[in-house]
């Protein structure tokens, strides 16, 4: 594996406004706590592409390199105002939301990220699944090729406890299939799997040819090893397939009362012993 | 009054991305449970200003009419991508931010709303109250002079719930106060006077001078009645006072779980039997 | 029975400090809500009686008989900074106790108040309880007598739920049996009974003959009828030995989250409602 | 770091009655836990400043010197009978209390104590937060000269869980640079820190150029290590900063269940262990 990473959700202001720490605290802090990588969520404080000149992108390249933090992955926040749908049936919401993933390919380029994760989008009352998918593979193809000039990756998510459009491992797979680009992988979140009630190792080894990245998270979003989500079977099932992405922590950032250190602490504590037995 | 409203949230993708209604299918909806007004949070897929052409809007006004629903207030959707925080140390998303108010103030104007609610934004870590509480200020004197222009009231919302700035009663009295403009006022939100444990009917005689909208929520995001707060005495004060705006539901947004007919048609129906008494 | 009164505790600073509402205001809100009787704990900021002019308290009585709002009772506040507890086995504060129930006592004759409530105090740490009862015995005599030359009446509470000397019916009926006045009775309060796991109409039968007063709150604290404690089997039990006193609700001020009036109204719709049967 | 100290709270009984043990026996147990300091609340039965002869202070004196035991800190009990609102409307209250903060200067004096902890006061109903922040202010200036005559810092705490002047670390910073004296500081507790579901380390970097003192608390007031604050973070932060006053526990005193040698003996045990780290 190339190592252990943290997501900056818990850290900035998605879903909830606070706590907010700039990009600069969070890459610190990560530092601190011993994680090899930090995906960042391109929301604001963090990196919302427009609020980021050339300038702050190079300093904030310098501040990873001196912190040795790689960027293991990069993600645009669905759901909030400009909702950033590839599968809605407004025409202009579709075309806002592939440039937004262009801008953020562009950023992960800057910040030297191999991977970007693909949010398939949703199915809007009123439209129905077969356009939704067809949307969504529309906007997977345009993002892909713009990622492939770029040397990026996208990991197509199943997000079945926030959306109803690509809920479950082999949803993921048949649309990365007809994506036909090499660069258009898959991923999935311990979380989402959890939500399904379905095992994540079955999806480690279901996805074993394409899984690009993975995101661990416990039942109720806690550090690995608080809740009920088996996870040594989750460590072995990656060991068996000779994963060799990273492992990203997705926690504590679904309500206000998180503190985004104990969830990076106890996270980082608990995969360290897990993975030196 | 003015009449009972609803707000869009609960049939929209903030911050939960689904259920997602149609503006055009929450107007239809919203008439049929008997709502006087509705509450347009500009977030897509309802009202992101940018995905809505003028024909769209003259579309959306003239369904409004017929349906005799009339635009109770609007308001933008804090915390996702663009973060829409004027508080922010980030001058990049300040500057965005106020552009935003002034589309989401064009449409109110477009759509015939009197209102627009400002969320005076959050204090980023490094950052301090002082100088959020300068850049929040600074924010709501232009949009408020750009809002005179169009003939919309500014309406200071309290938000301790999701916020650290402007928390309470005093706050929104005072920011309004150093506005100085006629049209920049203030409202309140049941739910965040809840989260302070404070008392509704206070904030409204607290307001009275400058009360210009009202949120109604019992405890957990419920409709009135549901829960523990005691509109009897909320109702009682906004008479005392000759309130003469609009009762307006935010509720049932907080949570994928929320079936959004359930709480339009409760909040309704409780708040009918109420008045009557 | 004299009729339905509610205690100010839940408008007031103790324990919690907030909320916090002038006696003025708990005056006016308990007149709305259609109550006969205020019960009145001195301490601040309602009538802590340093902070009591004879100039305001004229006024305040005046404002009494304006909303036809009679004082059904008053008590002092144990366990805050000078503590008020006439069992210590300091004689400082036994002395300092003891003249802040001669205030109390003189604020009611002002107030035209009946009854005084009695709280006999707790056992420290290294007294034994022989000797505590002893002081608290001297104590209520000393306060006895001085209350009946100011036309008072005494009524001796056990407070199991906070204390460690008066625990029960038989402990208050044997204290006021010893004090030998006429002027010094009992009272109880469900909430004491219920954590006991006493019932509370057994109460009401073993302390007929010296019932002077008597406190509703039902389980948690919550207004009777909200919880698991049977008041139409005290409210009988109150008829079947004439009780002539007030219902005096004690509820609702043992949490921040508590709303005054929401406990003020449930409370009296629901007697209302029962004794209406 | 001057060393663990714990706050005779739990010991007392303040705001519950019991359990109560007098000072002379709280002072003996902490030194036998291993405590290098006791911080004292000024109420009875521990020192409620009226009850305290000069000989008896003189041999408490001689007690703490036998064990070993520093005074960390001092303060009075708000809330309780007196109210000690500093912010209250009533000019009595506010002269009592002022009043009252010169006896624990006083006591503090007398016991060799360099820190009195500065309660700022709440909001009364129908008065606003600017009044209420010119009395508090008022009054801790005027308690501020007082205690530097008697070389003792004011530590001003935000206590939001409590109260509603005070809330935040850039609450008690702007007070405290208002009041323009050098012994007028501030400390926090973790414990109001996470009622606002803000984060301790924070708080140590914010306030450190004038961070008197500090309180530990994990959620619900447990001894640090049983709940979800992040304690590692926050001795990290203590010792970043230079911090160099004691670390308080100030914890199960909310609820008579509490045993008070449990919470004594797991929060050094925790301490320990994480210093030693």
Redesign the interface.
Known sequence: MKGISFNTWAYS??????????LE?VIKRLAYFGYDGIEIG????HA?P??LSNNRRSEILKLLKTNNLDVAAML??????????TA???A??RK?TIN?YKDVIRLAHDWECPTVIYIAG?????SNQTDAWHYSLEAIKEIGEFAQKMGVTMAIEP?A????LIESADDALLLSEQAELDNVKVMFDTFHALYRNEVSSDYVYKMQDKLQHIHLADSDRLPPGEGECDFPSVLKALKDVNYDGYLSMEVGFHK??A????YA?KSIEYLRAELGK
Request: glycine share 10%; net charge negative.
């Open positions: 202001s998605f879903p909830a406004w606070v706590p907010s720490y700039p605290e391109c929301a604001s404080p919302w427009e609020y645009p926040a669905p759901g909030g105002g400009p909702g950033m749908n809605s049936p407004l202009e919401e806002y937004h949703w199915i809007v009352y009123g997000t406890s926030d959306s109803n206000r009362e503190e985004p250190d104990w602490r």
